[in-house]
């Protein structure tokens, strides 16, 4: 569920996503993580 809400937030384009995507891609569960990651990507961003 929190995999498919990184990905969501990612593809919004709202910059203040950017926040949560960044917190996300610490979480302790990898999924979460690489999806946080590939929603920050969707920013031109990398972490």
């Known amino acids: 569920m929190r995999e ?3 990905i969501a937030l990612g593809a919004s384009g709202d910059p203040r996503a950017v ?3 960044q917190k996300a891609a610490s979480d302790p569960d990898s999924q979460v993580r690489e999806k946080a990651v590939q929603g920050l990507l969707l920013f031109g961003l990398r972490k």
């Open 19 to 21: 926040a949560a995507l």
């Open 4 to 6: 498919k809400a990184a």
